[in-house]
């Protein structure tokens, strides 16, 4: 595995994570709060299908994060450092543990996606949170 694989394995879904949820308010907000006065609907008839594609779209990066996480992972598992490696080898251990990292944080922020998909479809963007 090479390193842009395991950065991505890290920070894949986080990222997409990131975007939807930046991008999903930002665009919420201005549809449904468009001069600091609640309207009942979104002024943009593209707003909620926009938003779901948005959620699928991050929820596909975020899979893909977390399938290139377990691969590195799988890959590096079995590596082992020598006994007594030089300063220059030993990559083995830090290549393991930034791939279990990156799993675990790409499962993480799979979750993330997950809850955030479901809030965009169940929640109305112009719902009041009182």
Known sequence: ???LMIVFGMLGAAAAWVMQTETGQTLAAQGCYPH????????WS???????AMS??????GV?????AWRSWRVTRDARPDPAPAISETTAGRTRFLAMAGLLLSLLFAVGLVATGLAV???SPCSAWR
């Open 1 to 3: 595995m090479g390193p």
């Open 36 to 43: 600091r006065a609640a309207l009942p609907a979104p002024q």
């Open 46 to 52: 593209w707003l909620m299908p926009v938003l779901q």
């Open 56 to 61: 699928v779209m991050a929820l596909l990066v």
């Open 64 to 68: 893909a994060g977390v399938w290139v």
């Open 121 to 123: 479809v169940l929640v």
